[in-house]
């Protein structure tokens, strides 16, 4: 395994391990998987690099949108998390009640 993809799967599990064990703010949570997608971003477009194709280049494009239509929903919860409950703990949040 290269240095090169050794940083970016220990990155992934550092966000994978954040996001299982560290879960205690909402906005934690999101940073953990802004994490995650940001280490595979980055691997995709290495990988589409070193196989220098045009038709692989697309994909890391692709998974960039959706990471920011992610993020988006993420703080539009985050955000209405707050105004209804007053604070972003997932503690205080029960997924059965309206």
């Given at each position: 395994?290269?240095?090169?993809?050794?940083?970016?799967?220990?990155?992934?599990?550092?966000?994978?391990?954040?996001?299982?064990?560290?879960?205690?703010?909402?906005?934690?949570?999101?940073?953990?998987?802004?994490?995650?997608?940001?280490?595979?971003?980055?691997?995709?477009?290495?990988?589409?690099?070193?196989?220098?194709?045009?038709?692989f280049s697309t994909a890391p494009m692709l998974l960039l949108a959706f990471s920011a239509c992610e993020a988006s929903a993420g703080l539009a919860l985050l955000v209405a998390?707050?105004?209804?409950?007053?604070?972003?703990?997932?503690?205080?949040?029960?997924?059965?009640?309206?």
């Open positions: 395994m290269t240095p090169v993809h050794f940083s970016f799967s220990s990155a992934f599990i550092l966000g994978l391990m954040g996001l299982a064990f560290h879960r205690t703010h909402l906005l934690s949570a999101l940073l953990c998987l802004e994490g995650m997608m940001l280490s595979l971003f980055i691997a995709l477009a290495l990988w589409a690099l070193q196989f220098e194709s045009t038709s998390t707050a105004r209804t409950h007053g604070t972003d703990r997932l503690q205080n949040l029960n997924l059965l009640q309206c």
